[in-house]
Antibody, heavy 118, light 106 residues
Framework: QVQLQQPGAELVRPGASVKLSCKAS????????MNWVKQRPGQGLEWIGM????????RLNQKFKDKATLTVDKSSSTAYMQLSSPTSEDSAVYYC???????????WGQGTLVTVSA | DIQMTQSPSSLSASLGGKVTITCKASQDINKYIAWYQHKPGKGPRLLIHYTSTLQPGIPSRFSGSGSGRDYSFSISNLEPEDIATYYC????????FGSGTKLEIK
């Protein structure tokens, strides 16, 4: 079955970049878009962007164009999102989610809680 | 960018009752709307896509309808496990989530 494994938590110093991982299994990694979604404490869901592992085509929410960089490693079926110069505004849970046959995200990881703190 | 206005932000209903959530898009989204259930500590669960198509395994007491800019999502015969926050998502042009509706049981 489709599984997306994410680390449970990351502690990041302000200004130090962090690279979040999402290891996929149970399907053909290069056949589906991978999305990233942010949820700040007490807030709603916010779509960051998506990447297609076959050719690394990326589509971003313009709000995150200077914040998030999406990449993949096809050899390990892992998607990554790097957050640059994190601030307290980046403290949040970050989910990866695979699309449902070209439409909305259907398969979700458990999320990584990122805490930005000195 | 397409904006999604979801309402209400919270609601309370009785077991066995029915609730309805609405989402209004800032432009026609051609029925490309999905609905999610989100519980604390878990990833969101896709319930419905393309306005009214239930995901496999989702009970028929969940339903969706709409067209153009206006969409709704309903849960009938409310059960205790329905306590969650519900989100709409447009995917006609990239993706935009609604602000969420927190459902409580009276």
């Amino acid at each position: 079955q489709v599984q997306l494994q994410q680390p449970g938590a990351e502690l990041v110093r302000p200004g130090a970049s962090v690279k979040l991982s999402c290891k996929a299994s149970g399907y053909s990694f290069t056949s589906y878009w991978m999305n990233w979604v942010k949820q700040r404490p007490g807030q709603g869901l916010e779509w960051i962007g998506m990447i297609h592992p076959s050719d690394s085509e990326t589509r971003l929410n313009q709000k995150f164009k200077d914040k998030a960089t999406l990449t993949v490693d096809k050899s390990s079926s892992t998607a990554y999102m790097q957050l640059s110069s994190p601030t307290s505004e980046d403290s949040a849970v970050y989910y990866c989610a695979r699309d449902y046959y070209g439409s909305s995200p259907a398969y979700w990881g458990q999320g990584t809680l990122v805490t930005v703190s000195a | 960018d397409i904006q999604m206005t979801q309402s209400p932000s919270s609601l309370s209903a009785s077991l066995g009752g029915k609730v309805t959530i609405t989402c209004k898009a800032s432009q026609d989204i051609n029925k490309y709307i999905a609905w999610y259930q989100h519980k604390p500590g878990k990833g969101p669960r896709l319930l419905i896509h393309y306005t009214s198509t239930l995901q496999p395994g989702i009970p028929s007491r969940f339903s969706g309808s709409g067209s153009g800019r206006d969409y709704s999502f309903s849960i009938s015969n409310l059960e205790p496990e329905d306590i969650a926050t519900y989100y709409c998502l447009q995917y006609d042009n990239l993706f935009t989530f609604g602000s969420g509706t927190k459902l409580e049981i009276k």
